[in-house]
């Protein structure tokens, strides 16, 4: 179990899992996207704690404390600049 902020909001995941399966299948983020699910393509790609991280790498035991941030969490202006 670990608890940390998506988007800025705190959550808590319960079971160990990949970061990929929590913020899509938990948190339904679909911004996030699954490609390969082995770390090879980027497009799962978010922020923790400022850092580009590919989310199907890290499990949620691994992610106490962190601030992660997907596209939805991006301001409006951020989605059109960078999306
Ligand atoms: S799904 Fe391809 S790198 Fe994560």
Not at 8 to 37: I, M, W, Y
């Amino acid at each position: 179990m670990a608890t940390f902020t998506v988007n800025g909001h705190t959550v808590t995941a319960n079971q160990n899992q990949k970061l990929l399966r929590f913020l899509r299948d938990t948190l339904r983020l679909t911004s996030v996207k699954d490609g390969c699910s082995e770390g090879a393509c980027g497009t799962c790609t978010v922020l923790i704690d400022g850092k580009p991280t590919r989310a199907c790498i890290p499990q949620t035991d691994k992610l106490e404390g962190k601030q992660i941030l997907t596209v939805e969490g991006l301001t409006e202006f951020e989605q059109e600049v960078f999306t």
